[in-house]
């Protein structure tokens, strides 16, 4: 089969599907990897053969094979200080990243101010119980100032008359937000800023580029991309249970716009999704366990926030989420991971269609007007676990045991998307490529 030359890996569910592990497995196969959009609100986890483990939040999950050139683009929000500190992380462990990380010049800065608006305001809202539970990284507030036409983006880091000027108009206008509507007491100052961002411009300076015509050259040249998607499509601006999302498109359209690739360009979707459901932070969950096996899942999966720390909430595999965000995304196939978690539960339950809670009519499509997930509740197959045996040492899917296989098969018919990838732990070598097609040429 030929090499593909353009893929998107992007996560189907809530986020933390394991994604950094997928894009880690398929960069061996690829010359360049962009992330797309988000900002330091990922974590992506990854562990080397060697057992040396990362959590990268910003640079692409290429960045461990040396062949790989790394890209962020246009529509990521960059906070230089995580960046830099990251650079540093990852080159402390001897990995170069000058010549190999670009940075798009039209990528827009996250500043201090919009921490503390971040803040600020889920600090006001969680009196009224409506805050979204966000990373507090100023993820939101970028993105407003951003679309609002206000924000720094890269390339304003080399005019000092200008940026000066902006930051001004920006600085008044926060400052005067933080004290009268939000009545906190930290401020920015113009001048420590100026300051400091002089010295990040000087720092960052050798890795920013223009990023779009760096990619559609290599697409032309006939190199092979794999686009990588932060957070997940539920937790979509446009296409995720909002306002409970992050402020960007994970969605497969955001690929485009926040590289600067043509659609055409795109040979194929990869989702991630994990054997069961997590969400952090807030907003409707319909499979949420709020019981034992809920609190059994957390600790067998090691589900806390990788840049929180936060317990993240656990529940059954939803195909009813994955089905509507497979269609959304065209989705090609999908990657499952951390299937190993559910061994030892002696039922496994799998969400095939909801019902209304009012009526009793069943639902099968997934809906994100949160009035009408308030009103549903989960209808699930259950299925026999596997208490006892191992998915260890399995090469193939047809290894994995009779019960695994019987669940794995009625999620690839609920999800109407082929499973292609299966992963049973979090090294390399835990995983089973089922119809391979990036991992071979
Ligand atoms: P923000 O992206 O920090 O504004 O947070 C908005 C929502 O997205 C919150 O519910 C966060 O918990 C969630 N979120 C943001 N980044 C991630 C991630 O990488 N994994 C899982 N959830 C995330």
């Given at each position: ?11 189907t569910q809530w986020g933390d599907e394991g994604k950094g592990k997928i894009v880690d497995l398929l960069a061996q196969n690829v010359d360049i990897v962009a992330r797309y959009q988000g900002g330091a609100n990922a974590g992506h986890t990854i562990l080397l053969p060697d057992g040396r483990q990362f959590v990268l939040h910003l640079i692409p999950s290429g960045i461990f094979h040396e062949n790989v050139t790394c890209v962020i683009g246009n529509g990521v929000v960059i906070d230089p200080v995580a960046l830099l500190d990251e650079i540093r992380m990852v080159e402390e462990q001897g990995i170069t ?345």
């Amino acid at each position: 089969m030929p090499k593909p030359s353009c893929t998107i890996v992007l996560g189907t569910q809530w986020g933390d599907e394991g994604k950094g592990k997928i894009v880690d497995l398929l960069a061996q196969n690829v010359d360049i990897v962009a992330r797309y959009q988000g900002g330091a609100n990922a974590g992506h986890t990854i562990l080397l053969p060697d057992g040396r483990q990362f959590v990268l939040h910003l640079i692409p999950s290429g960045i461990f094979h040396e062949n790989v050139t790394c890209v962020i683009g246009n529509g990521v929000v960059i906070d230089p200080v995580a960046l830099l500190d990251e650079i540093r992380m990852v080159e402390e462990q001897g990995i170069t990243v000058r010549g190999r990380l670009f940075i798009s010049h039209n990528a827009h800065l996250i500043m201090p101010y919009h921490k503390m608006l971040d803040q600020a305001a889920e600090q006001r809202m969680s009196k009224d119980g409506s805050a979204v539970g966000t990373t507090g990284r100023g993820i939101g507030p970028a993105y407003e100032d951003k679309f609002a036409r206000k924000g720094i983006r890269i390339v304003d880091l080399l005019d000092r008359e200008s940026l000066r000027e902006k930051l001004r108009h920006n600085i008044a206008e926060k400052n005067e937000l933080l004290d009268k509507f939000y009545g906190a007491s930290e401020r920015c100052d113009v001048d420590q800023l100026i300051a400091d961002y002089e010295i990040f411009d000087r720092e960052i300076d050798p890795y920013i580029t223009d990023t779009a015509l760096l990619l559609n050259r290599a697409i032309k040249a006939g190199k092979s991309l794999l686009l990588e998607g932060a957070q997940a499509a539920l937790l979509d601006i446009d296409f995720g249970t909002y306002p409970f999302v992050t402020s960007s498109n994970p969605t497969a359209g955001g690929a485009c716009t926040g590289l600067g690739i043509p659609p055409m360009a795109i040979d194929r979707v990869i989702g991630v999704a994990k054997a069961y459901t997590t969400r952090v932070g807030n907003g409707p969950f319909p499979t949420e366990l709020l019981d034992e096996t809920g609190e059994k899942l957390r600790e067998a999966g090691h589900e806390y926030g990788a840049t929180t720390g936060r317990p993240r909430r656990c529940g059954w595999f939803d195909a009813v989420a994955v089905r509507y965000t497979n269609m959304i995304n065209g989705v090609s196939s999908l990657a499952l991971t951390k299937l190993d978690v559910l061994s030892g539960f002696p039922e496994v339950k799998l969400c095939t269609h909801y019902e209304r809670k009012s009526d009793g009519r069943a639902i099968a499509h997934f809906t994100n007007d949160l009035r009408l997930l308030a009103d549903i509740r989960p209808i699930y197959e259950s299925f026999e676990g596997w208490t006892k045996e191992s998915l260890e040492g399995a090469a193939s899917r047809e290894d994995l045991p009779q019960t695994t296989q019987r669940y794995l098969d009625a999620l690839e018919r609920e999800v109407e998307c082929p499973l292609e990838i299966i992963s049973v732990g979090a090294g390399r070598e835990e995983t089973l490529g089922v119809g391979t097609a990036l991992m071979s040429e």
